[in-house]
């Protein structure tokens, strides 16, 4: 069975801190993908990583997928309270669908 | 943002009474999807349409029905309402099966006394 551990599951930090979460699992994913959900709305893609130890930036949002497509981390520098929300990451499944983790809680105080 | 819409966005309802969740989507996308989002459980596929009346089960199917009848429609049936089935129930689709994004609806919370 894949799976998908987030961590933390919670993070309250203050503008202007930089902080990572971190998306593990056992087995081997040929892509991940990031959402952020925001309360009320459905999760929003960020970005999709397809090769292993690639590196993508958006912004002041960086994400990196593992050498061995195992992991994946996203890296936010000087938070702001608008990147307050649920973060996902999200890989392919067997019948085509999404395997989602249970997300990361992320709460920016200004 | 893609044209995804569900309805109804909330509602109440009783345990035994019949439900039914619409999904419409304005982008022709070939793939739509039912997931449900619980705390601790995260987003789990309930259905998927790889097509017009072409349907099939994803990790938590009991109790839910689906059909679509038309590319942009997808519906999701809830035969005889369980509490367990209080959730939000988000509807996704998607141009390709493999590797691809899914955009999502902004949800329907679904409460069942």
């Known amino acids: 069975t894949q799976l998908l551990e987030q961590s933390p599951q919670f993070l309250s930090i203050q503008e202007g801190e930089n902080l990572t979460v971190y998306c593990n699992s056992s087995?081997?994913?040929?892509?991940l993908q990031w959402y952020r959900q925001e309360p009320g709305e459905g999760p929003v893609l960020l970005v999709t990583?397809?090769?292993?130890?690639e590196v993508k930036k958006l912004k002041r949002l960086t994400f990196q997928f593992g050498d061995a497509r195992k992991d994946s981390s996203l890296h936010i520098t000087a938070a702001q309270p608008g990147d307050t929300g649920l973060y996902l990451c999200?890989?392919?499944?067997?019948?085509?669908?999404?395997?989602f983790g249970k997300g990361t809680k992320l709460s920016v105080k200004p | 943002d893609a044209g995804i819409t569900q309805s109804p966005r909330h509602k109440v309802t009783e345990t035994g009474t019949p439900v039914t969740l619409r999904c419409h989507q304005t982008?022709?996308?070939?793939?739509m999807y039912w997931y449900r989002q619980d705390p601790g459980h995260g987003l789990r596929l309930i259905h998927y349409?790889?097509?017009?009346?072409?349907?099939d089960k994803g990790e938590v199917s009991d109790g839910y029905s689906v059909s679509r009848s038309k590319t942009e429609d997808f519906l999701l049936t809830l035969e005889s309402a369980t509490s367990s089935q209080t959730s939000v129930y988000f509807c996704?689709?998607?141009?390709?099966?493999?590797?691809?994004?899914?955009?999502f609806g902004d949800g329907t919370r679904l409460s069942i006394l």
């Open positions: 349409s790889y097509g017009v009346k072409d349907t």
């Open positions: 999200a890989g392919p499944g067997s019948q085509g669908n999404l395997i």
């Open positions: 996704a689709i998607s141009d390709y099966l493999d590797n691809q994004p899914q955009h």
């Open positions: 087995s081997v994913f040929s892509s």
């Open positions: 990583v397809v090769t292993g130890g």
């Open positions: 982008e022709n996308h070939r793939y």
